[in-house]
């Protein structure tokens, strides 16, 4: 082989590979402009779907989000920022489905919400906060079959007290987390705003509650009563390792009377919990 076959040989070799390094799994760079000619989106895509890196743009040419995809579904980080540069939300996706905890901020930058996600659907405390980054209030999601799910809920007035006028939730308290085989596990359970008031009754369920707090159809449910908006559960192991109590609080009222009730008291209030604990 000449030196000039031998040349032309490593330039198509090189060709080759160059070609193979931007398209032979199909990928390709796509570019959408505004009217003014500023870059609008710009990724990498494959079989017609988006996959690998996308970036947006304002028509000022400053970035306005950043996600990645595979074959066509959002995955792991996805950034988008307020023109001003600061961020705006921070999301992560596996598949296509929002999971871990969301971060949405004021255009000042400051924190705005905080939403767990689990299989793309809010699933415990989403904490809210003003522009001065003081928390307002506290919302828990769970989610039952394809429905999201209001739980509980507290309200913060200005000087960051709880509102109680406002507010819907309970406490847990638990003599101790670690318990001995042998020994009672104590839960105190307490309706801190009881919507029914004075005319309101407590009752607590404990049972075989799934994490969507469903109950198998032969499970077993103990009801405790509860007295001033308390109520004290006790649980007897039978077994060692870490134990996990799902149960509801209802809040609801008793019709002593032949009178019509208002619309508002017939109704019974639930409120779900979970409180886990260890047996040595």
Same mark, same amino acid.
């Given at each position: 082989m000449t030196e000039s076959e031998r040349s032309i040989f490593k330039l198509i070799a090189f060709v080759i590979v160059g070609l193979c390094f931007v398209g032979c799994d199909n990928t390709e760079k796509m570019v959408w402009h505004y009217p003014n000619g500023q870059v609008e989106v710009e990724g990498q895509y494959k079989d017609g779907?988006?996959?690998? &890196?996308q970036v947006e743009y304002y028509p000022s040419g400053k970035v306005k989000g =950043?996600? +990645? %995809? =595979?074959?066509? &579904?959002r995955e792991g980080k996805t950034a988008v920022y307020y023109e001003n540069g600061n961020p705006k939300s921070n999301v992560t996706f596996n598949r296509g489905v929002m999971i871990d905890t969301a971060k949405y901020f004021h255009e000042s930058g400051v924190l705005e919400q905080s939403v767990p996600f689990k299989r793309g659907r &809010?699933?415990?405390w989403v904490d809210f906060y003003d522009r001065e980054g003081n928390l307002v209030q $506290?919302? !828990? +999601? %769970?989610?039952?079959? @394809?429905?999201?799910h209001q739980n509980q809920y507290i309200v913060f007035d200005e000087k960051g007290r709880? @509102?109680?006028d406002s507010s819907v939730y309970i406490t847990l308290k638990s003599s101790a987390n670690t318990v001995k085989l042998g020994e009672s596990y $104590? *839960? *105190?359970v307490k309706l801190e705003t009881p919507l029914m008031g004075s005319k309101g009754k407590m009752e607590v369920h404990i049972g075989n509650f799934n994490e969507e707090y469903r109950l198998g159809k032969n499970s077993i449910r103990d009801t405790v009563k509860g007295k001033n908006n308390f109520a004290i559960v006790l649980i007897e192991p039978k077994r060692r390792g870490r134990h996990r109590v799902r149960g509801r609080v209802v809040n609801y009222v008793v019709n002593d009377s032949k009178e019509e009730?208002? !619309?508002w008291l017939k109704r019974e209030v639930h409120i779900y919990f979970t409180k886990e604990y260890y047996v040595l």
């Open positions: 779907m988006a996959h690998g &890196k =950043v996600s +990645y %995809f =595979v074959n066509g &579904k &809010k699933n415990g $506290r919302h !828990e +999601y %769970f989610s039952q079959g @394809d429905q999201e709880i @509102d109680a $104590r *839960l *105190l009730q208002p !619309e």
